[in-house]
Every structure is written in structure tokens, then in C-alpha cells.
């Protein structure tokens, strides 16, 4: 039985008051659910420069905390990077990696090379990565999307042993959905997702199972039960609808409803 995970990228949003605000939203919101707010398991991850008062405000609460990034050397001349043991020091359990604005739109940064590093760096240092995969609306078009998939997460766990499924979890962000308003379809979610553990099963035998695959790409209060409620699709990875309280705390609800 796959526990689900929501899961907020804040991106590069929101100043240190407004992140405090958010997470008194937040844990007042699921305190109001009660014991049934444990069946979903809630992540927060910030922008790296809060990720120490962020730990604070949400201590003693479910709330768990994530990085955006991380380097995969452990120490170095690697002017402005942070190191897994940085991030573990935190506090933080996750890390998402992978991600398409760092992948197509900042640069062109990274590359599934260094993906794979910073996989192996972050289950080195005790952490989860959440390992991101899409194709893009060109990709798709072309009906690529299949291959797409198999070729970003195998890249990204080349050398990656899988004994367990807490060593990771894989979010399914087409590219086309994140931050355009458009969803992927119910359909479509379970189509990449079905496929994304079937490759995974390759890798990892029957620890796939146990695998969380995250859908990611405007999901919202008023879409995500339907997404939710397919079989393959075991949370989400939510960016602008994880910047107010009300959005991802109805999110929350619908993933517990589905
Ligand atoms: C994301 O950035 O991972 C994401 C899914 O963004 P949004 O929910 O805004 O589409």
C-alpha cells in the first residue's frame, strides 16, 4: 500500500514572512483534518536560503521538508553550491532533482549525467530524491512520450540500487502542464505513469511497487481527486497551487477523498 505524497515546489517564491504565514496555514489546516491527515504524507520544499527557519516553523508538526537542488561532490570549489550533507543538515528528506526548469529553462543546466549524480549523492547523504521525468508538448506531439520517459529515469538511476522504495520517489511533470493551467488528462497520467513502473520494475523488481510516482503540472483542488484516483498515480509534486494555504490544503483533501 503506496502512502500518498504532497509535495510543495515554492520555486523562487514567496519572502520569509509570507513562508512563515504559509506554514501556520498549513498546520493549522491539517490539524483541522485530524488523525486522517496522516494517511496523506505532506512535504514542503523551499527555496535553499529558508530551508533552516522553514524546519522551524513546522517542527513538531507532519509537515516534512525538501530541497529544490543540491551539488554532488561533497565539498569543493563549487562557488554558490550546496553539498547533500548541507542539505541533509537541514533537516530536509527530500530532493527534488531533475526538475524541467532546471533541465530546459535555466540554461540548459542539467543533464541526465549530472541528475544521476545528484540522485546517488542525495540517497547517499540519507535523503529521497524525488526524480523528475516529462516530455515536452514537441516530444509528445511526436509521440515520444514513452521513450522520453524510459530514457530520463533510466538515465537517472544508472548505478542506483533500489532495495527499497523509500530510497526514492519519481515525479511525471510533462513539461507542457507546469505552470501553463493545462493538466495532463486522468488518462494520460496513468498511461505515463503505468509505464514509468513498468520500467522501474526492470531496475528494481518488486520494489516498484512500493514506489511513489507523483503527478506534477497544474494541478489544483479542483482536478487532483480525479488525478489521484488512478491507480499509478500516488500524490502529486505541486508548484503554484502550494503557494496558498487553501489551494494545497484542498489538494490535501482531495488526495485523501480519492
Ligand atoms: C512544478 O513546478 O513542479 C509544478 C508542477 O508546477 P505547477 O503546479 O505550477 O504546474
Redo the contacts with the bound molecule.
Sequence with gaps: MRRPLVAG?W?MNLDLAQARELVKGLRDGLAALGPDARKVEVAICPPAIYLFPVAKYADGSEIKLGAQNLYYEPKGAFTGELSAAMVAETGARYVILG?S?RRHTIGHLEDDRMINRKVKATIAAGMTPIL?VGETLAEREAEQTLDVLTFQLTAGLVGVGLESADKLVVAY?PVW????GRNATPKQAQQAHAHLRGQLREVAGNVADEVRILY????KPDNAGELMSRPDVDGG?????SLKADAFLGIIKATLMS
Excluded at 509534486?237 to 497551487?241: E, P, V
Design positions: 515546489n520555486k526538475h526548469e523528475c511533470e502542464a507546469i505552470g501553463t506534477g503540472g497544474s494541478m509534486l505541486i508548484g503554484g497551487a
